[in-house]
Every structure is written in structure tokens, then in C-alpha cells.
């Protein structure tokens, strides 16, 4: 991926090394239901569940912190020059689309950090994952996270990576075009969160799609994919789906705990946003998935 030729974003800010923090989840105690779902994001993100106590709801407070603020992230590290680009490139799609339709697009921040962060959904430990928080509006990534999935799914490509990055951002947009909202109207009318058609499922699937559109939209600009980049992303895609990492980890898959959908669902939606560069074709909340 000729991924140099990006325009550099100015929206990556370096929080360097976690604050602490005790257990906690939205300020609350976890009950039965928290734990569950931290069984089953420690299962998706193929880390220990309980490193993820510190991961709070979208939309709570964060709680006090002895953090430095986020600033300006060096533009002399190869990786954060990587991530500049690449967030510079979803910010051009994306600012296309929401012109296309009469709307502003608002560019979110995208936050690095090491071992821990505090954040507006409260804190999360390098375990997490890359994440999304609604809260404030920004996306969260430990760059320690290209080196696991080097190690772990063997999965190095620049595209791979890419593909991370943008299907966060593609919940940056759900959350701007009111899907976040959405789901949680539809989780108080008692609809289903996890589950192999829960909205957990249909939500990260859209993610998945959004990031193809904007692979779509990216190549058409800077022609930068090269021989095997879409494979590395589809490998990458692959190796995530629920029903690979559960039998990876426990032997088993069990549909009733998907959050994200199975590794073919994950494959499908984001090709479909890459095949038509549509966001229309993204709607995976309406029939089957």
C-alpha cells in the first residue's frame, strides 16, 4: 500500500503512558450482565476480560485523572506518520460524502496512548483493543496492537492496518448519523444486544462496510493499493469474526456471544462497501445479515 501518499491529518494527539485507575465500568458496580459482556469482549479482542474492568459506557464521565492531556502526536515515528495518513485519507472520503448529502462532517480526534487511557466512556487498558468512544467523540489505538496482530494472526499489511483505523472511523459515523442513538432506543424497547442477529452483531458489520467504502472512495484518490493489499484486509477480517476467535480460544463457537459477527459476515459487509463504495448498501440493521 503506497500509503505515503496520504495528506497528513492534524487530528492524531499522543496521551502517552495510561493513567491508573481502579476496576470500574460507567462509575457502577458490574453485575451479572457486566461481567458476561466483559467475558465476551475479552473474547473478541482475545485478551483477558478482565482487563477491560477499566471500560466504561459511552456518554458517563470520565472519572479524574493525574493523565497528561492528549497533544500533538510526533510526526517523526513511522507508525504515527502511518496513522496520520491514513486518518488524513477518511476525513477527505468522508468530508466528500457528507458534502455529497448537504451535511459537515466532523472530523473526529484519534488518540494514541500505552498501557491505559481515560476517556469520556471512562478508562480502558491497552486489552480493549482499538476503540470508539461516543462520548467524546474520538477514536482510541494503542499502536501495540499492529505488532499483536503480527504476532498473533501473522497479519503485517499496511491495508490490514488501514482497515483497523477505518472501521473505527466508521463508527465515528454511525455515531454523527445517529445509528448510536438507534441502538440504544432499540436496547430500551428490549431488543437484543448480543446474539448472532443482535445489534452489537449489526453494528460492528456496519462498521465493517463503512470502511469499505471508504477503501473504495480512497483508492479511486490516491491509487495507492498494490498487489495482495485487499487479501491482507480480507485476511485480517477473517481472523476477527467471532466464530474463528471462539474456537481459537475455547474450542467452540457459540453464536448466542457474537458481538461482531462471524469472520464470512465480516468479509461480506466489508466488500460490499469496497465492491460499491455506497453507503446506501450499508444497512445492516433491515433483513437478514
Known sequence: MLWQKGRRSDNV???????????????????????????????????????LLGQGDPGATA???????????SANDPQVDFVRAILGETEDTWGEIFAANGQQYEQPKLVLFRNGVRTACGSASSAVGPFYCPGDHRVYLD??????????????????????????VGHHVQNLVGVFDKVSDARQRGARLEGATGLSVRQELQADCFAGVWANHSQQRQHWLQPGDIESAINAATAIGDDALQEQSQGRVVPDSFTHGTS???VHWFRTGLDSGDVGKCNTFSGPI
Request: aromatic share 10%; hydrophobic share 40%.
Open 13 to 51: 494527539e499522543d496521551a502517552g503512558q495510561g493513567g491508573g485507575g481502579g476496576p470500574s465500568f460507567g462509575g457502577r458496580g458490574l453485575g451479572i450482565g457486566g461481567i458476561i459482556i466483559l467475558a465476551i469482549l475479552g473474547l473478541v479482542f482475545f485478551k483477558d476480560p478482565t482487563a
Open 63 to 73: 472519572p479524574p485523572s493525574t493523565q497528561q492531556a492528549p497533544h500533538q502526536a
Open 143 to 168: 499502536l501495540g496492537f499492529f505488532q499483536e496482530m503480527q504476532s498473533r494472526f501473522h497479519e503485517a499489511g499496511d491495508f490490514a492496518r488501514a482497515y483497523v483505523i477505518a472501521h473505527e
Open 264 to 266: 464470512a459476515q465480516r
